[in-house]
């Protein structure tokens, strides 16, 4: 299986900062990569796939880039509303695994 | 409005059996795979299997596969995870999950269901 590892685990951040989560794979996974957030008590909400293709609806302050063993999402400017937990999947190769998340907490 | 509705909430004892559905609407069935994944309470997400819908081929992830049945009906376009002998450990909250309509984003999920809770305890 496809190890990933998100980092840091938990983030404290103030309205307004550029936030960087990373999430690495112990194998390549080219691009195969989607981003998630996830609010206490609802379903996850698909923000990226492929890396970097933003999914439609999904505000521009959310990017992703990266590929092969390392990659990342980065928020330009955190909102009150992005505070949540993001994670990673990988879908290279079966069985598709996720990250162990990131808490995003307003410091 | 394209939809997953999955089943309520379940409590049952050790040892029972169950399963839970998942029913899509507003998009073509059997046009997209159907994942399942398992977060246990204060935990992560974890992918447990997919179903084509299109031909029924399942992939299972190595740690559930022999412990789930990942089945479907296409004449009422519903998707179902079974149990046949639940443990104190399956006590999480299910989702099922529809792959994105993006070619490239093919095991991403770009619709989720609210989520099943299953509670498992003596």
């Known amino acids: 299986d496809i190890q990933m590892t998100q980092s840091p685990s938990t983030l404290s951040a103030s309205v307004g900062d550029r936030v960087t989560i990373t999430c690495r794979a112990s194998q390549s996974i080219s691009s195969w990569l989607a981003w998630y957030q996830q609010k206490p008590g609802k379903a996850p909400k698909l923000l990226i796939y492929?890396?970097?293709t933003l999914e439609s609806g999904v505000p521009s302050r959310f990017s992703g880039s990266g590929s092969g063993t390392e990659v990342t999402l980065t928020i330009s400017s955190l909102q009150p509303d992005d505070f949540a937990t993001y994670y990673c999947?990988?879908?290279?190769?079966?069985?598709?695994?996720f990250g162990q998340g990131t808490e995003v907490e307003i410091k | 409005e394209v939809q997953l509705v999955q089943s309520g909430a379940e409590v049952k004892e050790p040892g029972e059996s169950l399963r839970i559905s998942c029913k899509g609407s507003?998009?073509?069935?059997?046009?997209?795979?159907i994942s399942w994944v398992r977060q246990m309470p204060g935990k992560g997400l974890e992918w447990m299997g997919k179903i084509d819908p299109s031909d029924s081929y399942i992939n299972y992830s190595p740690s559930f596969e022999g412990h789930v049945t990942i089945s479907i009906d296409k004449s009422i376009s519903t998707v179902y995870l079974q149990w046949s002998g639940l443990k104190a450990s399956d006590t999480a909250m299910y989702y099922c999950a529809r792959r994105s309509r993006a070619l490239t984003g093919y095991g991403a999920f770009d619709i989720w269901g609210q989520g099943t809770m299953v509670t498992v305890s003596s």
């Open positions: 507003g998009y073509t069935f059997t046009s997209y795979w």
């Open positions: 492929k890396a970097s």
């Open positions: 999947q990988q879908y290279n190769s079966y069985p598709w695994t």
